[in-house]
């Protein structure tokens, strides 16, 4: 299981790394993207991939820690999302304005001449 949640990261980086150093800038938009997910799923998983654990701390039964998932990397992730969702809108409005001023969608706001 472990190694296939680190291809996915590995993957997730990977494809965003390359869109981001694409030319066009809804393509770098969605590599900025798909990169935070990459990043995410990495912070999830430094709290441990855990199954039937308590997500809690009780008084009561506090003898073993190892016995506790880690509710620190989900906090981090939640806030991420939520960050990354309003990054993605702001990303899309500004592109968008950039398409409407310059006429194209290219990273430099000029088109390659073709040879």
Not at 26 to 41: E, H, K, P, R, T
Not at 76 to 105: E, K, N, P, Q
Request: proline share 3%; with cysteine.
């Amino acid at each position: 299981m472990e190694l296939v949640y680190a291809l996915v990261v590995g993957v997730l980086c990977g494809v965003g790394v390359w869109l981001l150093l694409r030319p066009r800038t809804f393509q770098v938009v969605m590599g900025l993207s798909i990169l935070s997910y990459g990043v995410n799923l990495f912070l999830f998983s430094m709290g441990r991939l855990s199954v039937d654990k308590a997500p809690v701390l009780l008084k009561q039964t506090a003898d073993a820690i190892a016995d506790y998932a880690d509710p620190v990397p989900q906090a981090l992730v939640l806030t991420a999302i939520v960050i990354g969702f309003a990054m993605l809108a702001l990303f899309l409005v500004v592109m968008i304005a950039s398409r409407g001023l310059t006429g194209t969608d290219h990273v430099d706001g000029v088109e390659e001449e073709e040879s």
